[in-house]
């Protein structure tokens, strides 16, 4: 029996022989930009959803009619399913650095397990690029950036065919939803290439595509909100933008010290805080990103009661001083997350497993 369905976009390379894995780990033939759609099907576990099915759209060329190209057929299965099927939001998922194409898709079933809205379940897409998702993390870190780098412009195309989607929708069609946004780790640094890309194309373009935009464990600079040529333009796509941060992340200090980047906006928040738009909201994860992620404190997004509440508290529009097991540190103009509400213990991924969940 199916318990949870995720619906993915990629711009990796498409072998179906691989049963393992169906994308794998360089870009798509037809270049970088390049996407393919689909989704999968799991059996629900709260530590390893077991996929059970996958099914890949056809690449329809040639074809005038959106509905009738693999985007069009897949944008109309996730509208009928918020409009008329499990009627809910939508939340899209960009992941982070040392993740296969499989390990993407179990991350965005646990998020679809955890999370929800105001008691109903979320639809979840996950955008996945192609991440190494090599046993040897450290080696793949460079490419994966340069990955993440030039995955940008495939993430604005997505971005652009939902909003052109939309646009020709009639009103009567319009499910009445909302689609929201969450990045995980270098999942950050390939966002900030999507938003140069749409600045690119428009800078005076920037629509609202999404309601909340959510940032988690952000690998990232500190001064990212600073200036126009990183995150400073964000918040013109999105309603509300919650930056979620642990000063205690190993990943982002390996990032930090080993890597030749300027601090990490996942480590301490903005560099400046004063600076931030008002629409940025800052929590701080650092009471319960050990219990959920008790290695690297970095993947602390799932498998936590905890950050599950938070973020379905975000996502359903609570108020910031409403949302509960928070309080407000003024000196840091940040909320901080108090107590675990009831740990999913992780279960970390061995080493031999490319298809494990993100790190």
Request: some cysteine.
């Given at each position: 029996?199916t318990?949870?369905?995720?619906?993915?976009?990629?711009?990796?390379?498409?072998q179906?022989?691989?049963?393992?894995?169906?994308?794998?780990?360089t870009?798509n033939?037809?270049?970088?930009a390049a996407?393919?759609?689909?989704?999968?099907?799991?059996?629900?576990d709260?530590?390893?959803?077991?996929?059970?099915?996958l099914?890949v759209y056809?690449?329809?060329?040639?074809?005038?009619?959106v509905?009738?190209?693999?985007?069009?057929m897949?944008?109309?299965?996730?509208?009928t399913s918020?409009?008329q099927?499990?009627?809910c939001d939508?939340?899209?998922?960009?992941?982070?650095f040392?993740?296969?194409?499989?390990?993407?898709?179990?991350s965005?079933?646990?998020?679809?397990q955890?999370l929800?809205v105001?008691g109903?379940?979320l639809n979840?897409v996950?955008?996945?690029?192609?991440?190494d998702g090599s046993?040897?993390p450290w080696?793949?870190?460079?490419?994966?950036?340069?990955d993440a780098?030039?995955?940008g412009?495939?993430v604005a195309?997505?971005?652009l065919k939902?909003?052109?989607f939309v646009?020709a929708?009639?009103?009567?069609d319009?499910?009445?939803?909302?689609?929201?946004?969450?990045?995980?780790?270098?999942g950050?640094?390939?966002?900030?290439?999507?938003?140069?890309?749409?600045i690119a194309k428009?800078r005076?373009g920037?629509?609202?595509?999404?309601?909340?935009?959510l940032?988690?464990?952000?690998?990232e600079?500190d001064?990212a909100?600073?200036?126009?040529?990183?995150?400073?333009?964000?918040?013109?796509i999105?309603?509300?933008v919650?930056?979620?941060y642990?000063?205690?992340?190993?990943?982002?200090?390996?990032?930090?010290?080993?890597?030749?980047?300027?601090?990490r906006?996942g480590s301490?928040?903005?560099?400046?805080v004063d600076?931030?738009?008002?629409?940025?909201?800052?929590?701080?994860?650092?009471?319960?990103a050990?219990?959920a992620?008790?290695?690297i404190?970095?993947?602390?997004y799932?498998?936590s009661?905890a950050?599950?509440?938070?973020i379905?508290?975000?996502?359903a529009?609570?108020?910031?001083?409403d949302?509960?097991?928070?309080?407000?540190v003024e000196r840091?103009?940040?909320?901080r997350?108090?107590?675990e509400?009831?740990v999913?213990p992780?279960?970390?991924?061995k080493p031999?497993?490319?298809?494990?969940?993100?790190t």
């Open positions: 029996m318990d949870v369905r995720v619906f993915f976009t990629t711009n990796r390379n498409y179906p022989a691989n049963k393992r894995q169906v994308f794998g780990r870009f033939p037809d270049g970088v996407l393919r759609f689909g989704y999968a099907d799991f059996k629900s709260p530590q390893r959803p077991v996929l059970q099915d099914h056809p690449d329809v060329l040639n074809q005038t009619d509905i009738k190209t693999g985007g069009g897949f944008m109309e299965d996730l509208r918020m409009a099927g499990r009627k939508t939340l899209v998922f960009i992941h982070g040392n993740v296969s194409f499989t390990g993407a898709l179990q965005a079933a646990l998020l679809a955890g929800n105001g109903h379940p979840v996950v955008f996945s690029w192609p991440s046993a040897v080696m793949s870190y460079y490419s994966d950036r340069e780098r030039a995955s412009p495939s195309r997505a971005f939902f909003r052109d646009l929708l009639n009103e009567a319009y499910c009445q939803r909302r689609v929201h946004l969450l990045t995980h780790s270098m950050a640094y390939v966002l900030r290439q999507a938003v140069q890309a749409l428009d005076d920037l629509t609202r595509l999404f309601d909340q935009i940032l988690a464990a952000p690998d600079d001064d909100f600073e200036h126009d040529t990183k995150l400073r333009l964000l918040p013109r999105g309603r509300q919650t930056v979620y642990n000063p205690n992340d190993k990943g982002l200090t390996i990032s930090d010290k080993t890597k030749a980047n300027p601090d906006l301490d928040g903005p560099r400046l600076l931030i738009p008002k629409k940025v909201a800052l929590v701080d994860c650092r009471v319960v050990g219990s992620d008790p290695f404190e970095h993947s602390y799932v498998r009661q950050m599950n509440d938070d379905s508290a975000v996502l529009d609570t108020p910031l001083d949302i509960p097991n928070r309080i407000f840091q103009r940040s909320w997350i108090v107590a509400t009831g999913k992780a279960r970390p991924p031999t497993r490319p298809d494990a969940p993100p």
